[in-house]
């Protein structure tokens, strides 16, 4: 991926959050956030259609939010309500409404998040493939790269440096390496990620459905209290295992920089830990994203196998 291209894409998703209105957190006549006592989450003020749930309708109306102009969840239409910006117009209310659309499908949203999330990976195969095939291909350089520096350790001067600078890019033209267009799928998956976390927090379909003894809303932090803790504890354990795994599997022939070396444990527990307090829906939106790394990348790994024995 060119340069330019590349803060082309970083511009357009920076405008794109910071041209429009984001989540508003629902706040009492003390500022303090509004939480659902049961699922422990904090209530969306702006959210795009009316809750179900009746304590969750008082809090709101105590609170001096007028849901009844809202429509109903199934009944929200893509171009609903007024103009909120680019992020939230033409991202958040298509994507909460693909998302609502599978839900009534499949009579439940966390069945219709995996789908939207599968539909996603799909679209966005391209670039991920090449992530992996980056990863593959640095994978088969690294010998030659670890020896250049060796020969060059210990050496500052600028010819020196120079002529190191030269020998691994000419290994990089050699293995066809282009370290950033390995980084493409990472500028997607963020504004992804912000608009999954978005289109959950303000569909209340969503966080009051569950899903496997899962409350889509709840947080684990919140769920590990309740008397089905154990899926809770085992949603983290499978996130915990599969962002390491990925971010391993992405990172592997990256580690000639030291400091790279235990960057897939600092990301995993970064992810972890934020993983505790997000609502259940959007971890499992990370959990199936994680395996599909992973499968995209054993795929890309198998095939390069059989090429070889080809």
């Known amino acids: 991926m060119k340069n330019k ?99 009534k499908l ?71 390496i282009s370290p950033a267009s390995g980084c493409l799928f990472s500028l997607i998956q963020l504004p992804l990620f912000l608009a999954f976390y978005e289109s959950v927090q303000r569909i209340p379909a969503i966080f009051e459905g569950t899903f496997l003894g899962l409350q889509l809303g709840t947080t684990p932090t919140v769920g590990i209290t309740t008397s089905t803790f154990y899926i809770y504890i085992i949603l983290m354990i499978l996130i915990s295992l599969t962002t390491y795994y990925s971010f391993k599997m992405n990172m592997s022939g990256q580690t000639l920089d030291p400091a790279m070396k235990n960057m897939p444990i600092y990301m ?10 997000m609502p259940s829906a959007l971890c499992i939106y990370w959990l199936v994203s994680n395996l599909c790394t992973i499968f995209q990348n054993m795929a890309v790994k198998k095939n390069k196998v059989e090429r070889k024995r080809s």
Not at 116 to 126: A, V
Not at 270 to 277: G, K, N, Q
């Open 106 to 176: 499949t009579k439940n949203y966390a069945l219709a998040v995996i789908l939207i999330t599968l539909i996603i990976r799909l679209i966005c195969y391209p670039f991920t493939r090449k992530t992996a095939m980056q990863s593959e291909l640095m994978k088969q350089a690294q010998p030659e790269m670890q020896r250049i520096q060796k020969k060059y350790a210990g050496k500052q001067d600028e010819k020196s440096m120079m002529m190191q600078s030269q020998e691994m890019l000419a290994i990089y033209k050699k293995y066809n």
């Open 5 to 103: 291209t590349k803060k082309r894409f970083i511009i357009l998703t920076l405008l794109l959050i910071l041209t429009t209105g984001c989540t508003k957190t629902l706040t009492d006549k003390n500022n303090k956030a509004v939480t659902n006592k049961v699922t422990g989450q904090n209530l969306t003020e702006n959210i795009l259609c009316r809750p179900k749930d009746k304590e969750t309708i008082k809090q709101y109306e105590k609170n001096k939010v007028n849901i009844k102009k809202l429509p109903e969840c199934e009944k929200f239409k893509i171009n609903e309500g007024k103009y909120e910006g680019l992020w939230t117009t033409f991202l958040i209310k298509p994507l909460a409404f693909f998302i609502l659309q599978l839900g």
């Open 268 to 277: 995993s527990v970064m992810i972890i830990v934020t993983a505790l307090f």
